[in-house]
């Protein structure tokens, strides 16, 4: 059976070891296999603009993110590059399958309820204040006010916080991928992509396949500062994939650990240190219960300084070649386009099946 893998990241920040050890890593992996037809890797820029961000810098966290796609073994000869917005089709798709979408469907979901707290906290709410400067005008005081109101308070449940797994479940289906490699925490946005795609299926008929995650195990990281939230781009001071050896050891230095000094594995009773061993094991490959032995003894400052040189190590051969493609940027604005064409086809191909089968052609 052949497989086509779509997959993306929002440029809302700085990738991090989260971002790349729950997904970016599992592209690698899918891409080279022998049963991939096609890959397709997104800057999910659409998905981006749902939270607070900053239009000026854009550009440049887009053109980060490909950056870091291609340093970690995106190849452009297999896969297709892509920046989500330069390919249409995705946003007409979603607001087709948005007609087919319950909201109830969409309000359960927890990373909607997840992003609508942490969007609250970015944004301060600003309420009417019942005192007139001198000398101005009530009624101009209030328009003033309620435009403060609505400008602040835009991004705190906007329409599109709650669409987003409507836009992820089209830009998934717009290219019929039945395999979509994502961290653990997206789970529940797949299933809604084949509750939407076979609902679909059910009133136009057969057109979407089945939608299998990919996972890889073990690979939540958790935040450094707080090991019971996930390591995030936005509101979470995480390590990024570009932090340099200095910034990376002070990070891990500075981790949040438990009580008690046993170097041991145990997700209830010390989520710090378990998430440190989960970093420790994925970069290194070492088995999590040697590590456990291999530190028997040794102090959590020992253990880690060690990591510390671990992700550095392993970070090195990464920035390098980043910094190779970043010294060429014809050959990414290159890449760009042919992908981005072909994305093109495919996508209209698809939606014209789509139009059809609606009844709008
Ligand atoms: N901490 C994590 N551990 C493992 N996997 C993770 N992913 C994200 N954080 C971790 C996976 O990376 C991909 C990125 O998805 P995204 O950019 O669309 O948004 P996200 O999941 O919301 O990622 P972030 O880093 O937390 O960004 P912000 O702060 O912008 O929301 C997904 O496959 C995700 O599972």
């Known amino acids: 059976m052949t497989t086509r893998i779509f997959s993306g990241m929002r440029p809302s920040g700085k990738l991090h070891l989260g971002n790349y050890l729950g997904a970016i890593k599992n ?31 854009f550009q440049k966290n887009i053109n980060d993110v490909l950056l870091d796609y291609l340093a970690a073994g995106v190849d452009p000869k297999r896969s297709l590059l892509i920046r989500q917005s330069r390919v249409p089709q995705h946003a007409e798709l979603m607001w087709l399958l948005s007609t087919i979408t319950p909201v109830g469907w969409l309000e359960r979901l927890p990373n909607y309820r997840e ?7 970015m944004t301060p709410s600003f309420g009417f204040s019942g005192s007139v400067p001198p000398g101005k005008d009530v009624m101009q005081h209030a328009r003033e006010q309620a435009s403060t109101i609505l400008d602040k308070k835009s991004y705190q449940n906007n329409l599109s916080l709650l669409a987003y797994p409507v836009l992820m479940a089209a830009d998934i289906l717009l290219y019929k991928a039945d395999l979509v ?15 939407v795609g076979s609902k679909f299926n059910h009133l136009f008929g057969e057109t979407f396949p089945n939608v299998r995650p990919f996972v890889a195990p073990g690979a939540r990281i958790m935040s450094l500062q707080d090991p019971t939230k996930k390591m995030s781009k936005t509101g979470d001071d995480g390590i990024a994939l570009t932090d340099s050896p200095d910034e990376i050891r002070g990070k891990i230095k500075r981790a949040t650990t438990d009580s008690g000094r046993e170097i041991m594995f145990n997700e209830t009773d010390k989520p710090g240190i378990s998430n440190l061993l989960t970093i420790f094991s994925t970069l290194s490959g070492a088995a999590i219960d040697k590590l456990e032995r ?19 190590g392993f970070l090195e051969p990464f920035q390098r070649r980043r910094a190779e493609f970043a010294a ?31 009844g709008l052609r």
């Not at 490699?181 to 509750?195: F, K, Y």
């Open 294 to 312: 291999d530190y028997a003894g040794k102090s959590y400052g020992d253990f880690k300084a060690d990591l510390a040189e671990v992700v550095v």
């Open 181 to 195: 490699p994502v961290g653990d925490d997206q789970l529940p946005h797949i299933e809604l992509t084949n509750e």
């Open 27 to 57: 592209w690698i992996a899918l891409q080279d296999a022998p049963d991939t037809a096609t890959c397709i890797f997104a800057a999910v820029d659409l998905h981006a603009i749902t939270t607070p961000y900053d239009p000026a810098t």
């Open 115 to 121: 992003k609508l707290t942490q969007v609250a906290e």
């Open 328 to 358: 060429d940027p014809a050959t990414l604005a290159h890449i760009l386009t042919e992908s981005e064409e072909k994305a093109r086809i495919v996508a209209a191909e698809h939606l014209a099946e789509i139009h059809q089968k609606m």
